[in-house]
């Protein structure tokens, strides 16, 4: 039976010499940072609730800048790296004091002069979430814009505005773009308000990726200037990392996010940050330096698929560690004050189809800890005040009222699927109606509501990976084999997916087949999300993870830009993001 299960990181073992200055970005180095991130990231003696940096252990760090060796040309690159006393091991990146070390040296270091264009200050990595992002400082008596080409051998060039967060003068950001493990060449411009361009050339070895990942995927581009500015965020590769991968338009690696003990299978930019997991238990918030500038333990919630942020507030899939269930809880973060609630327990929800259910045999996918896999909840999307998840386990999509907040009773507004499964259950009143000859969803992934002003009150469209793949691990045979979509397939290997999507009719209770643009087969994980507004004109991103390919199509599924991956087994997820005013600024 195939899991959405990641693999487990591996590294070297650290250093143990009586005093070392020990790098950071050297190739491999997060391998072991990533081991050593698990035990803080998976304690499950761990209150929930804002991390908070120790005075003790910020002053004990001592973090150290010196100038990279790899570095040439016209500006002075720094390195970070720890000097660590024999007694000392490497802190775990992700962790408040970790990061509150990490900031105050480059605040220290900002400090030791006037910084200026022609001698700014540029700090490899500065707070060890990017790899190989640049950080830039430098003060003007105006601000402008730093135009950036990133030039390697046998690669295209990569152009961009970097994005200035200094406010009214000079400048302050990162530069992404330097290729891992290359010999890069930045072409630097710096375009003040009213005044004399300054330009700057810096010939940089980056750091090779964590795994030894490839630089490069088979990119098959149809056109491209139709292809959308950004970056695809590739997460949840079965190699030795949990990091995302970050390639262009063209198929390259331009940038690499780290992550701890398990994959971020969702990374969420918006509102200049970004929210993404940082541990099996850890939800962090990065600033666009790579600063983590939040982290917030989640307890004995272990993350797992997907979260999805409304305001200030994250909705996190998760398995409580100590119910013996997997993958059938939703706890609500806020952001502002780290308190961690649960929202759903979804046995107590639907008990009785609970009941029916018996444990997988083997390792449940996608969460670190064990239990019974009884419905596998991948993806949640919120929309209008309702919660719609994706149960995998049962080919359902769910939809729940008062399920936001905690100490409501969330309830069944309605449900998608095969209703012959749930027969004796009670809840087949639940189903919508299917209107005319539908696709039925088997195995769905990313099922995201999409709302139209082009359609009637009450009505709304659903769109969704469809994997196509009909397949119940918890009943027995005769429950599930005979009742499936008559299109979906039982074999593990061979078969079509789809980018599916329904027009759901709440007032009628019905539901209908609007699109389905046939994809490469993937019997698990994978993805399709709209890009844009998120409307069903905009372009999409779909991710066939098992066949390692994703691309990149038009509104109406016209492939524009096809990418093959390695891997082991699959790749997650592939979402795109423009990171304008993040990383980048449109021009």
């Known amino acids: 039976m195939l899991s959405d299960r990641p693999l487990p990181p591996s590294g070297p073992s650290p250093d143990r010499s009586p005093l070392r200055r020990r790098s950071l970005l050297a190739g491999g180095a997060s391998a ?43 500006w002075t690159v720094w390195s970070v790296s720890y000097e660590l006393a024999e007694d000392q091991e490497t802190p775990p990146l992700y962790d408040a004091s970790t990061q509150q070390a990490r900031h105050e040296a480059l605040e220290a270091k900002k400090a030791e002069k006037q910084w200026t264009v022609q001698d700014p200050l540029v700090v490899l990595d500065p707070y060890g979430s990017t790899r190989t992002g640049l950080y830039v400082f430098f003060e003007d008596a105006v601000s402008g814009q730093l135009d950036v080409l990133c030039r390697a051998a046998a690669t295209e060039d990569f152009a961009h505005t970097a994005a200035n967060h200094a406010g009214e003068t000079g400048f302050e950001g990162l530069v992404i773009g330097a290729i891992p493990g290359a010999h890069n060449t930045l072409a630097v411009t710096w375009r003040p308000e009213g005044g004399a361009e300054t330009s700057a050339e810096l010939r ?64 969420v930019p918006e509102d200049g940050r970004i929210v993404t997991t940082t541990g099996s238990r850890q939800l962090g918030v990065l ?22 942020v ?33 929202v759903v327990d979804l046995q107590k929800v639907l008990p009785e189809y609970e009941s029916l ?33 994706s149960a995998r386990e049962t080919s359902t999509i769910i939809a729940l009222d008062d399920a936001l907040d905690p100490g409501t009773e969330p309830s069944v507004r309605w449900m998608i699927g095969v209703e012959a499964l749930w027969e004796g259950t009670g809840y087949e009143e639940h189903f919508l109606t299917p209107e005319g000859d539908v696709i039925g969803n088997a195995g769905q992934h990313t099922v995201h509501r999409i709302d139209d002003d082009a359609l009637p009150a009450g009505q709304f469209y659903l769109e969704m990976f469809n994997n196509n793949y009909w397949r119940v691990s918890t009943r027995e045979d005769a429950d599930w084999q005979d009742v499936g979509p008559d299109d979906a397939t039982t074999d593990e290997h061979d078969g079509v997916s789809h980018a599916l999507r329904y027009v759901v009719d709440e007032n009628a209770g019905t539901f209908r087949q609007d699109e389905a643009v046939e994809l490469p087969y993937s019997s698990v994980v994978s993805n399709v999300n709209r890009l844009g507004d998120g409307g069903i004109d905009q372009p999409m991103v779909t991710n066939s993870g098992r066949a390692n390919e994703y691309s990149e ?9 096809s990418y093959r991956y390695d891997s082991a087994s699959h790749g997650y997820r592939v979402y795109k993001a423009p990171f304008d005013g993040f990383w980048f600024t449109a021009t």
């Not at 500015?229 to 780290?258: C, K, M, Q």
């Not at 019974?372 to 909840?377: F, L, P, Q, V």
């Open 357 to 389: 259910a018996h444990a997988q045999e083997g390792e449940a996918g996608g969460s670190v800890v064990q239990g019974k896999d009884w419905i596998h909840i991948n993806s949640i999307d919120i929309a209008d005040g309702v919660m719609i998840l």
């Open 287 to 308: 600033d666009p330096f790579g600063h983590a500038t939040t982290l917030i333990d989640l307890g004995e919630h272990s993350v797992h698929h997907d979260l999805a």
């Open 32 to 74: 072991s940072l990533a081991l050593l991130a698990l035990s803080a990231c998976t304690d499950e003696d761990a209150e929930p609730g804002p991390q908070e940096p120790d005075t003790e252990a910020v002053s004990a760090l001592k973090v150290v800048y010196s100038e990279n060796p790899s570095a040439r040309g016209d």
């Open 204 to 267: 940089i070895k980056a750091p090779t990726t964590a795994s030894g990942y490839g630089t490069a995927v088979a990119a098959e581009i149809v056109d491209a200037d139709a292809l959308t500015p950004g970056l695809f965020a590739l997460n949840g590769v079965t190699d030795l990392s949990n990091n995302t991968y970050l390639f262009d338009n063209a198929g390259i690696l331009r940038a690499e996010l780290h992550s701890g003990d398990t994959a971020a299978h969702h990374v």
């Open 553 to 561: 199509r038009s509104a109406d599924g016209t492939v524009l830009a």
């Open 310 to 342: 409304v305001d200030d507030l994250a909705y996190l899939l998760t398995s409580l560690a100590s119910s013996g269930r997997v993958e059938d809880r939703v706890i609500r973060v806020d952001l502002g004050s780290g308190a961690v609630e649960e």
